[in-house]
């Protein structure tokens, strides 16, 4: 049986397979999989890089893995409230609306 394409194979695979590769062996593959940290620590990590930074294109895909990876709707909540003092408040505004967008659809 066929495996279904990643994320990434759907997302930019036709365009850059060897970037939807890289995503799926090295990002996914290695980088994610190491031990230092836990799933739910890299999603933390994650989702506060792409606040803190307004990459907010790939937010939404990590804001659903964090879910998935045990952080709760309260954490992630706490987390965007805390970086508006430190990433700024339109970064916040911003992931807090894709987190509602998130939870409005697993509902």
Do not use: C
């Not at 990434?8 to 850059?16: C, E, H, L, R, T």
């Not at 804001?63 to 805390?82: M, P, Q, R």
């Amino acid at each position: 049986m066929a495996q279904e394409p990643s994320a990434a194979q759907k997302s930019i695979g036709d365009v850059a397979p060897k970037l939807a590769d890289l995503t799926d062996e090295v990002l996914f593959g290695d980088v994610w999989e190491r031990e230092g940290l836990s799933p739910r620590d890299r999603s933390l990590v994650t989702v506060t890089a792409l606040i803190a930074l307004y990459r907010s294109e790939q937010l939404g895909f990590h804001l659903k893995l964090a879910l998935d990876n045990g952080l709760s709707e309260e954490e992630l909540s706490e987390a965007i409230t805390h970086l508006a003092f430190y990433a700024g408040w339109p970064n916040a505004m911003g992931a807090a609306g894709q987190l509602k967008a998130i939870l409005a659809d697993t509902e």
